[in-house]
Structure formats: C-alpha cells, structure tokens
C-alpha cells in the first residue's frame, strides 16, 4: 500500500519533501518505532477523538499517552476514542489503525501535543503498517500550521 493517496496528494499540494521509511510490519506506534531504529519521541501518532461538534486528530508522540482529564479540559467537554468503524469510514485509503498524523487531507482539525516540537525530524505514520513518513521539524510545522499546539500527554503507564 505504502503512502495513502491523500496524503501523498497533501504533501506534494504543500511541496513538502519527504522521506519513505520502510520497516517491517506492526501494529502499533512504539512497535513501529522500534522496527525503524528510531526514538519514539520522534514518531507523531495519530488518534481520532470524538467530541459533541464531531471527531478531530490529537497528535502527539509515540512515547506518550493522552491524559484524557487535560484533553477534555482543553475542550471544555468530554471527548472519546472514536470506535474501528469510525476509523475505517474517516480514512478510507489506510490500512485498518494505520492513520497518518495529518489531519488536514482528511478534513479533521487537529490538537498537537507541543513536545512533538522537540526533534529536529518527525516521522508518521504513511498509511500503512509498513511505512513511515519522515519530515523535518520545519515541514511538520508548516504541516500543522492550522492545529492547535497545547500539552494534553502523558507519560506511558
């Protein structure tokens, strides 16, 4: 499958360039991290949240969780995990649970937890479970320009 078609259509819209980081294939960001060599801190995981207006993107590292207390804080309501049906309708061209961590293609705002600012490189998640997309802090930046940058992470348990 390698890099889901909005997603490659995104990045040449916003003449970023890119590099394609093949790894073998997971099922999860940490697992994905570890497959490419590379520090969890530096790979930008993607979960849907649904909240009452509809769903939206939080982007934050690998390394982290969300703290849903500071994320629906954030809101000023409660929000969810959006379900396996929901995911599979909002990202028709990824693999099932592979959802790059730009939600603009997709038509999803998006809340990015700030210490994903940190490394000088990003890597993402392409679309599938095989491949991620590596951009330089500067170009994930431009990427999430529209976003909301705050802290709503957590330490993994």
């Known amino acids: 499958m390698s890099i889901a078609t909005k997603l490659r259509a995104h990045l040449a819209r916003k003449q970023i ?8 294939r997971t099922t999860d960001a940490m697992s994905s ?3 490419s060599h ?9 979960v849907v949240v649904r909240a009452s ?14 703290s849903w207390s500071r994320l ?9 995990m959006a379900t396996e049906k929901e995911l599979d309708q909002l990202f028709e061209d990824c693999a099932h649970g592979a959802i790059p961590a730009i939600g603009e293609c997709y038509g999803l705002d998006v ?5 994903i600012c940190d490394p000088p490189d990003v890597y993402l998640e392409g679309g599938d479970h095989t491949t991620l997309v590596r951009v ?4 994930f930046a431009q990427l999430s320009e529209n976003a909301r940058l705050a802290h709503f992470a957590a330490a993994l348990e």
Do not use: M, T
């Not at 509809?54 to 590292?61: D, E, I, K, M, R």
């Not at 629906?72 to 969810?80: H, I, V």
């Not at 330089?136 to 170009?139: E, G, K, M, R, V």
């Open 17 to 24: 360039d890119f590099y394609v980081a093949p790894h073998r």
């Open 33 to 35: 991290a570890e497959a």
């Open 38 to 46: 590379i520090s969890p801190d530096c790979l930008a995981k993607a």
């Open 53 to 66: 207006d509809g769903y939206f993107l939080a982007v934050l590292p690998a390394s982290q969780r969300i």
């Open 72 to 80: 629906n804080a954030l809101l000023g309501e409660p929000c969810f």
């Open 111 to 115: 809340v990015v937890e700030a210490s």
């Open 136 to 139: 330089s802090q500067a170009q």
